[in-house]
């Protein structure tokens, strides 16, 4: 913590006022993430997609820049059976344990980004 006395130079400006905000809760990320659904996707599928994710990362994580980011990392990876005809998209228990392997791998990797999202989707 910065002492703010040590970092206030007395040049005039004003003690700054501390709020504080709620961190927010896994229902109301889940909300706010929902809405940057892509053109192309189904809404329910999407939906069902970051329910999924806040579900895994909310508790490790809660930058909600970082959740977005895993999302969009991710969801190529999650969509991929389905776009292939090996799974159905309303089928999110087959859809959750094919994306595990890797959900394990980002739950290591949590906050690292040891692999920018170009060199992630070559990987791909």
Not at 54 to 76: A, K, T, V, Y
Request: some cysteine.
């Amino acid at each position: 913590n910065i002492v703010w006395d040590k970092f206030h130079g007395g040049t005039g400006v004003r003690t700054p006022f501390i709020i504080h905000f709620p961190a927010y809760s896994k229902d109301v990320t889940t909300a706010i993430l929902s809405r940057d659904c892509p053109a192309g996707f189904e809404r329910t599928f999407y939906e069902q997609y970051v329910g999924l994710m806040c579900s895994i990362f909310h508790g490790p994580c809660r930058d909600i820049n970082e959740i977005r980011h895993i999302i969009s990392l991710l969801m190529p990876v999650y969509k991929a059976p389905v776009d292939r005809g090996e799974i159905e998209a309303s089928n999110s228990a087959q859809l959750f344990k094919a994306i595990t392997p890797v959900l394990k791998v980002q739950l290591r990797r949590l906050y690292l980004r040891t692999t920018s999202t170009i060199e992630w989707q070559q990987q791909q």
